[in-house]
C-alpha cells in the first residue's frame, strides 16, 4: 500500500493521505474541485505541494474498491491555539459518480480520527445549505450546528 494508505473500509472506501503530488492527483483536483466550486479554479500542482508540504495541513484522498481513481478528497487543518489545538474540514467534494457510497462519511471519519490523534478537542466545518445530503452526513455522524456568526473579510491581492 502507499505511504499514508489505509485498507478499505467495510464500505469498500479507502482514505490515503496525499504525502506526494503526482500527475494523477493534479488530475484529480482539475476534475473534483470544479465539482465543489464554481468560483474558485483547480489548484495547481505548485499549489498543491504547498498543502501536503504545510505542517498545518492533512490532504486526504478516497479511492473505492476495483478502482484507483481518486473520487473524493477532503483538506484537515489543525493549528495550536492560546486555548487548545483547532481543526477544521475544509474543501470536502466526492466525485459525482461515487455519491452515495460512503466516501464523504470515510474521509470525515478519517479526519475526525487524525484530529483526535493531534490533540484537538473539536472539529469545525461549514458547509453552504444549498449541500443538504452534505449537511445530512455531517449532522448523522455527530456535528451539531453552533450558535455563532461567520465572518468574512476579503483581502486585495
Known amino acids: 500500500m502507499p505511504d499514508g494508505s489505509a485498507a478499505p473500509d467495510a464500505t469498500g472506501v479507502e482514505i490515503t493521505e496525499v504525502t506526494a503530488v503526482t500527475p494523477e492527483v493534479v488530475a484529480a483536483f482539475e476534475r473534483l474541485i470544479p465539482q465543489l466550486s464554481r468560483s474558485n479554479p483547480p489548484p495547481s500542482g505548485a499549489e498543491l505541494e504547498r498543502i501536503v508540504s504545510s505542517a498545518a495541513s492533512i490532504l486526504l484522498v478516497a479511492r473505492v474498491s476495483g478502482s484507483d481513481e481518486i473520487v473524493g478528497s477532503l483538506t484537515l487543518v489543525v493549528f495550536p491555539i492560546p486555548t487548545g489545538v483547532r481543526a477544521w474540514i475544509e474543501d470536502v467534494v466526492v466525485d459525482q ?11 470525515n471519519r478519517a479526519a475526525l480520527d487524525r484530529a483526535r ?9 461549514t458547509s453552504r445549505p444549498s449541500r443538504e445530503a452534505a449537511n445530512r452526513l455531517y449532522q448523522r455522524i ?8 461567520v465572518y468574512r473579510i476579503v483581502l486585495d491581492d
Request: glycine share 18%; charged share 25%; hydrophobic share 40%.
Open 117 to 125: 490523534a493531534a490533540g484537538a478537542k473539536t472539529v469545525d466545518l
Open 142 to 149: 455527530g456535528f451539531a450546528p453552533r450558535e455563532t456568526n
Open 97 to 107: 459518480s461515487a455519491r452515495g457510497r460512503g466516501v464523504g462519511e470515510a474521509l
